[in-house]
RNA sequence: GCCCUCGUAGCUCAGUGGAUAGAGCGUUGGUUUCCUAAACCAUGCGUCGCAGGUUCGAUUCCUGCCGAGGGCACCA
């Protein structure tokens, strides 16, 4: 329909002696249903270029419209309003066709192709393996799920991969920790001492380290161990402490993810970059183009190349790497992997890490404009009006499983999804849990559970959906309204896709549910004559698929009872 | 000090350079012989942080200031 109107303001504008070179004209829904059902600022735009005021051109543009003339089966009216704005309103013959479209589509209603043939590749959730998945990582885990989800309506295949670290400081001490506990199931007596200050003291095993992990989990991984292996391990090696900690993690991590619908096409481990020998190539690459450096021993980027402050260290004096050079090693294996597009879901306290890793990759040749970065804000916890303090070393956190067990896993999902990612989001735990009924993830479901009940209770009474039915027949206002909401699913999942942005697909469907609920308060179907009945029947079941497409975007179960 | 994000109704937040800035919650009142009352209808609620600039037009873009959060390690 834009497409269509866009042709006839072009012809329209030639008939007044043309437009500037690639003028465009702008269209948008109005808000305020009065002004039609989609407007053009053409006038407004051209009014330095006519010399004249927007008013006029609008005048003259409509009559040139009108003289076309427009298609009647389209458009039903275009009127001037306001300082220069091109009303249009859609013709009844329209929206039945627009209708029959959705009800074609089905399932696939909302599929857009804008991403056709291109391959991307998301990253989230990536976090090392030593302890559950907390509600700050449950942000990450349903965005970058959804974002994923997005981009496949939106034509792209599309894979989800984890990228993990076994090999740093934070897994020793995560080891440490378990070895510790496991001496103390081997010999009870053994001494202990306590750890922290003020309200964070915690008596452990004399063993255990200063900045260990406190988490119950690590009694528990050493308890499993002790129960397997008895007092048999050595405990001069700590490296069955550390993969038996790994494994059991690992493994709680990905049935948290499950829970949550979320599957992983792949784990990346950052220790192939040293196996392959990448990142050291990746240095010799930076000195040959003079980017890398020695200093004080250790290696040093050239960041300062790229219009920053400081140079940084690559790797240091200790012959470990920082994060950066093997995150410039993942990304270029991304990128030789043939993905179009390399999506990295981070929190905003990586906000600054990822200039020097985009600087590095396009340095070595590669298209850094293909990685694109979606930050979100933290999630501030609160409880009892308090916020909450997490730290997982200090065990001072909730897990994304009590989440789910107290609120439920829909309304988990839905309540990440509901905000833009770049607001903090605050995340009142005992609202969620006394108020839960009012979340507005319910409201969307007891709008799609209510339209399966009437079409059952249709099929009893022996009314079918299947088959012709006469759309044009839905002239209410609110079956009008409902059908142009409905419209704008495509749409809606395209600049959700294009963005980065879930929760606009969150806000449309509850304007799809508030459309339908009003049509259901004014419009009865069952007890209707059959012909009307059966239209609006498709009606509903149209929106039904609306709601059901939308929400399983979105990773949330569609229910056909409450 | 420098960088990033945010500042919109009592609260939590939407808002694509456009017309009278919206929704939920909360407030108050009403609605059920009727396909799900987990609902609906009505109701009030605003110096869009402040000041400039660009524009026919700015909550939206730019600059400065104020306020909140985050980041500025040989941590990630």
Redesign the pocket.
């Given at each position: 329909m834009q497409a269509y109107l866009n042709d006839c303001i072009l012809s329209a504008l030639d008939a007044m002696g043309g437009a500037p070179d690639g003028f465009s004209p702008?269209f948008?829904?109005?808000?305020?249903p009065?002004?039609g059902d989609l407007?053009c600022?053409a006038a407004?735009?051209l009014?330095?270029h006519f010399r004249k005021s927007?008013r006029v051109i609008a005048d003259e543009l409509a009559g040139h419209l009108s003289a076309l003339p427009l298609d009647p089966k389209r458009v039903a009216s275009v009127e001037v309003?306001?300082?220069g704005?091109l009303?249009f309103r859609f013709a009844d013959a329209h929206l039945a066709d627009q209708l029959k479209q959705i009800i074609d589509a089905g399932a696939a209603f909302g599929k857009t192709t804008s991403g056709t043939g291109k391959r991307a590749l998301v990253e989230f959730v990536s976090a090392n393996p030593t302890g559950p998945l907390t509600v700050g990582h449950g942000r990450n885990a349903v965005l970058g799920d959804t974002v994923a989800n997005l981009l496949e309506w939106a034509g792209y295949e599309v894979d989800r991969e984890y990228y993990f670290?076994d090999a740093?400081?934070q897994m020793r001490i995560l080891g440490e920790s378990v070895r510790a506990r496991y001496m103390a199931h081997v010999n009870p007596d053994i001494p202990t001492k306590e750890i922290g200050e003020g309200e964070e003291v915690l008596t452990v095993p004399e063993p255990f380290p200063e900045d260990g992990y406190r988490g119950e989990y690590i009694d528990a991984i050493a308890g499993d161990l002790f129960e397997t292996h008895g007092g048999d391990l050595d405990t001069a090696d700590l490296d069955p402490f550390k993969k038996a900690a790994e494994k059991q993690i690992f493994a709680d991590i990905e049935a948290t993810l499950k829970r949550l619908g979320i599957h992983m096409d792949s784990f990346f481990n950052e220790r192939t970059l040293y196996e392959t020998n990448r990142v050291w190539e990746i240095i010799e690459a930076f000195r040959e183009k003079n980017l890398a450096y020695d200093?004080?021993?250790?290696v040093w980027f050239k960041t300062t190349e790229f219009g920053k402050?400081a140079d940084t260290?690559l790797v240091?004096?200790?012959g470990?790497?920082?994060?950066r050079l093997p995150d410039i090693g993942y990304h270029a294996d991304k990128l030789e992997r043939g993905y179009d597009l390399c999506i990295d879901i981070f929190g905003?306290?990586?906000?600054?890490?990822f200039p020097d890793v985009l600087d590095g990759i396009r340095s070595l040749g590669y298209d850094a404009d293909k990685v694109d970065v979606v930050?979100y804000?933290?999630v501030t916890l609160i409880r009892s009006g308090e916020p909450v303090k997490m730290s997982t070393r200090k065990a001072t956190y909730v897990t994304l499983d009590e989440l789910m067990d107290e609120v439920g896993d829909d309304v988990t999902r839905y309540f990440f999804l509901?905000?833009?990612p770049?607001?903090?989001?605050?995340f009142d735990l005992d609202l969620a849990k006394e108020a839960s009924?009012?979340n507005?993830v319910?409201?969307l479901q007891?709008a799609h559970?209510?339209i399966?009940?009437?079409l059952r209770?249709a099929e009893e009474t022996g009314l079918s959906r299947e088959g012709r039915a006469d759309l044009g027949l839905l002239d209410h206002p609110t079956e009008q309204a409902l059908v142009k909401v409905m419209m704008d699913l495509p749409e809606t999942i395209d600049r959700a896709a294009e963005n980065r942005?879930p929760?606009?697909l969150s806000?449309y469907l509850?304007d799809v549910a508030?459309a339908f609920?009003?049509f259901?308060?004014q419009?009865?179907?069952?007890?209707e004559n059959d012909e009307l009945a059966k239209a609006r029947l498709q009606l509903a079941d149209a929106a039904r698929q609306v709601l059901a497409n939308g929400l399983s975007v979105l990773g949330i179960s569609a229910p056909e009872?409450?």
């Open positions: 702008e948008e829904q109005p808000a305020n009065d002004h407007s600022n407004m735009q009014a330095r927007p309003a306001g300082p704005f009303n670290n740093g400081r200093k004080d021993g250790a402050e260290v240091k004096s200790t470990e790497p920082t994060y905003a306290d990586h906000i600054a890490t930050i804000q933290f509901m905000r833009s770049n607001t903090h989001l605050e009924d009012k507005p319910f409201y007891y559970a209510r399966c009940s009437i209770k942005e929760h606009r806000n509850r508030v609920t009003q259901y308060g419009c009865r179907i069952i007890g009872r409450m």
